[in-house]
């Protein structure tokens, strides 16, 4: 990536590339077999601000969206990967909000897709606890 970090990696069936993130506001599209980059999307809110940390990353088979949580917050957005444009913001506060939580316990930080369609596991670091989220 283009600060030589790997926060987050999903596979896009569909277009048959990883996708991947550094923490920063880009996603880059990798060949499934040679694992060298073949392009680069920047994600922004619809308005063309960036948003930066992304982390995680998840493909909604339902969607064709990555879905991907951001360091430091409750949410979760759901990105194009096509133009990068973050076509939903997803609120999890209510999932363990943070007064809730012991300290060390402050990042939501995990997304796993499920059989269930539009279903998604969630957790974070040093949750003792995955959650099932519907979207």
């Known amino acids: 990536t283009g600060r030589n970090e790997g926060w987050g990696i999903t ?8 996708i991947v993130s550094d923490g920063s506001n880009t996603l880059y599209l ?13 994600v922004t809110w619809p308005d063309g601000s960036p948003r930066d940390y992304l982390n995680e990353l998840e493909y909604d088979p339902v969607t064709g969206l990555i879905l991907s949580n951001v360091w430091y917050e409750d ?5 194009d990967p096509t133009s990068g444009v973050i076509k939903k913001k997803l609120d ?3 999932v363990w909000p943070k007064k ?9 930080n995990g997304i796993s897709v499920t059989n269930e369609p539009g279903v998604f596991l969630i ?8 959650y099932f989220v519907k979207f």
């Not at 957790?123 to 606890?129: A, D, E, F, L, Y």
Request: aromatic content about 14%.
């Open 75 to 79: 949410y979760i957005v759901a990105i």
């Open 92 to 94: 999890l506060e209510f």
């Open 30 to 42: 990798w060949d499934v077999v040679t694992m060298q980059e073949i392009s680069r999307v920047a």
């Open 123 to 130: 957790t974070g670091k040093k949750w003792p606890k995955m």
């Open 100 to 108: 809730d939580r012991p300290k060390g316990a402050d990042v939501l």
């Open 11 to 18: 596979y896009h069936p569909k277009m048959d590339v990883f």
